[in-house]
């Protein structure tokens, strides 16, 4: 498997505070069946300030440091950008990492609050060339009530990429239900970990592979671990990608309806446990 969003790069963001805890995750990892990381540091001016030449530097150290303890990943440069008005011009003027050398690149919306104008950015750097990965879209806060986005964006060639986690419930009711109706509705390309230690959000994916396999079937199980991120990470040709699985057209207004109301009750039911 290939995990294309994983923040393994220590002390360099909110992911693995030392490389004790990189090593941990790479033999994770490893246990898992991966063979390639893509390294993505957060990138948000003003906060996270990493600077591709820095995450490529780390990148190659790190391999080094996995490889004296015994560990061999492949991995790979990388960043999970977060949205800006000049994404475009960042990504041109070296301020942005894509995937490796290749036109692939990670693409974090806020989460709690929709930004302004995402179709439009996101057009943007399609027109100018590049594949935006519109990284966990079913942790979104907001997507509940902008879920009908997602079709729309897909439907613009946007890249759509799952947290493995999400899948199998690590992160709730809600987000597990998000994950699956995604997977049922064809909008779903690729699934990475979006590791950040090797606890709770570790770089496990084999659970959320075979729940995949279960809902998909294997082919396209292992489009969404292996091939697809493989041509993001060999920088493949866009109109060679594997399509996605096709499914019925739904009546928007029963599932908005469906929708609605099964998010009301798992609210409702969150917070009479709190």
Same mark, same amino acid.
């Given at each position: 498997?290939?995990?294309?969003?994983c923040?393994?790069?220590?002390?360099?963001?909110?992911?693995a505070?030392?490389?004790d805890?990189s090593?941990?995750?790479?033999?994770?990892?490893?246990?898992?069946g991966v063979e390639?990381?893509?390294?993505t540091?957060?990138?948000? =001016?003003?906060?996270?300030d990493?600077? =591709?030449?820095?995450?490529r530097?780390?990148?190659?150290e790190?391999s080094?440091?996995?490889?004296?303890h015994?560990?061999?990943?492949?991995?790979i440069p990388g960043s999970?950008?977060h949205? %800006?008005p000049?994404?475009v011009?960042?990504?041109?003027?070296?301020?942005?990492?894509?995937?490796g050398?290749g %036109?692939?690149?990670?693409?974090?919306?806020?989460?709690?609050?929709?930004p302004?104008?995402?179709?439009?950015v996101?057009?943007?750097?399609r027109?100018?060339?590049?594949?935006?990965?519109?990284t966990?879209?079913?942790r979104?806060a907001?997507?509940?009530?902008?879920?009908?986005i997602l079709?729309?964006?897909?439907?613009?060639?946007?890249?759509?990429?799952?947290?493995?986690?999400?899948?199998?419930g690590?992160?709730?009711e809600?987000t597990?239900y998000?994950?699956?109706?995604m997977?049922?509705?064809?909008l779903?390309?690729i699934?990475?970990?979006?590791?950040?230690?090797? %606890?709770?959000?570790?770089?496990?994916?084999?659970?959320?592979?075979?729940?995949?396999?279960?809902?998909?079937g294997?082919?396209?199980?292992?489009?969404l671990?292996?091939?697809?991120?493989r041509?993001?990470?060999?920088n493949?040709?866009f109109?060679?990608?594997?399509?996605l699985?096709?499914?019925?057209?739904r009546?928007t207004?029963n599932?908005?309806?469906?929708?609605?109301?099964l998010?009301?009750?798992?609210?409702?039911?969150?917070?009479?446990h709190r």
């Open positions: 498997m290939i995990d294309v969003h923040h393994i790069l220590p002390c360099i963001d909110d992911g505070k030392s490389f805890v090593l941990e995750m790479a033999r994770i990892a490893v246990d898992e390639t990381i893509v390294c540091p957060h990138i948000m =001016p003003g906060v996270f990493n600077k =591709p030449a820095d995450i530097r780390r990148v190659a790190l080094r440091d996995l490889a004296d015994g560990v061999h990943l492949d991995l999970d950008a949205v %800006r000049d994404f011009r960042a990504l041109v003027n070296d301020e942005i990492q894509p995937i050398e %036109r692939y690149v990670l693409f974090e919306p806020p989460h709690n609050v929709a302004p104008k995402l179709d439009e996101l057009f943007n750097v027109a100018a060339g590049w594949m935006p990965i519109l966990h879209p079913e979104l907001w997507i509940e009530d902008r879920y009908h079709p729309e964006l897909v439907a613009s060639g946007v890249m759509m990429q799952l947290t493995a986690a999400s899948i199998i690590v992160f709730g809600r597990k998000l994950s699956e109706r997977i049922d509705d064809g779903v390309h699934v990475a970990s979006d590791a950040h230690n090797a %606890r709770r959000r570790s770089t496990r994916l084999r659970g959320a592979y075979d729940r995949c396999r279960e809902l998909l294997a082919e396209e199980a292992d489009n671990f292996v091939v697809r991120p041509f993001a990470t060999l493949g040709p109109d060679l990608l594997p399509p699985p096709k499914v019925p057209q009546k207004s599932d908005a309806g469906i929708f609605s109301r998010s009301s009750f798992i609210r409702s039911s969150t917070e009479a």
